[in-house]
């Protein structure tokens, strides 16, 4: 009778054992990235929002689309934005309207006071230091509509939008303030 184990049967015992713990080691490693991953595509989402955010309050507030943005301290991304006016076409339906993006620039004046809704489109990318070129997909894509001529507005921020849509600054008289208020005779104090 025989006691023990060869060494051919140790041997294999020991293969089958480290090739099962580099299957389990590579099966961690794999979620550890997707997990980094899923974390960088939460921050690009966040950076995302934020610029729409500052976008709706003052468009020149937005960094270059190139320049780097960082975030969470380690890590760094850089944006794409579109913008387009959605515009009205007629539909067999009358109760519903469709619209359609269209580039602001291509639009006449009269077309781009229609179109009262604009869509921006804000896409985020990993921030790589060898060229702004980076990955074909971005970590993020955010759209937002909105009403670019909304009366509750701020004046400032009113203007700002107007003047975006036109494509050139609007100013305000300078000498008379029109938040003055009316004197009730039809003039101002």
Do not use: C, W
Not at 94 to 111: F, G, H, K, N
Not at 163 to 181: F, H, K, V, Y
Request: hydrophobic share 40%; glycine share 8%; proline share 8%.
């Amino acid at each position: 009778m025989r006691r023990g184990l060869t060494l051919i049967e140790v041997m294999l015992a020991v293969a089958l054992l480290a090739g099962l713990a580099g299957v389990v080691a590579t099966a961690y490693d794999g979620m550890g990235r997707l997990s980094q991953l899923e974390q960088q595509k939460l921050y690009a989402a966040e950076v995302a929002h934020r610029l729409i955010l500052n976008y709706l309050l003052d468009p020149a507030s937005l960094p270059d689309p190139g320049e780097r943005i960082p975030y969470a301290g380690e890590y760094f991304y850089r944006h794409e934005i579109d913008e387009e006016m959605l515009v009205a076409e007629p539909t067999d339906n009358s109760r519903a309207d469709r619209r359609t993006p269209r580039d602001q620039r291509s639009l006449s004046d009269e077309t781009r006071f229609g179109a009262t809704l604009k869509m921006i489109t804000i896409r985020v990318y990993p921030f790589e230091e060898v060229g702004v070129g980076g990955p074909a997909e971005p970590l993020a894509t955010l759209r937002r509509i909105y009403n670019p001529v909304d009366p509750n507005a701020d004046d400032d921020v009113m203007l700002n939008q107007l003047s975006n849509i036109l494509g050139r600054q609007i100013e305000l008289p300078t000498d008379a303030d029109p938040r003055a208020p009316d004197d009730g005779r039809g003039g101002r104090p």
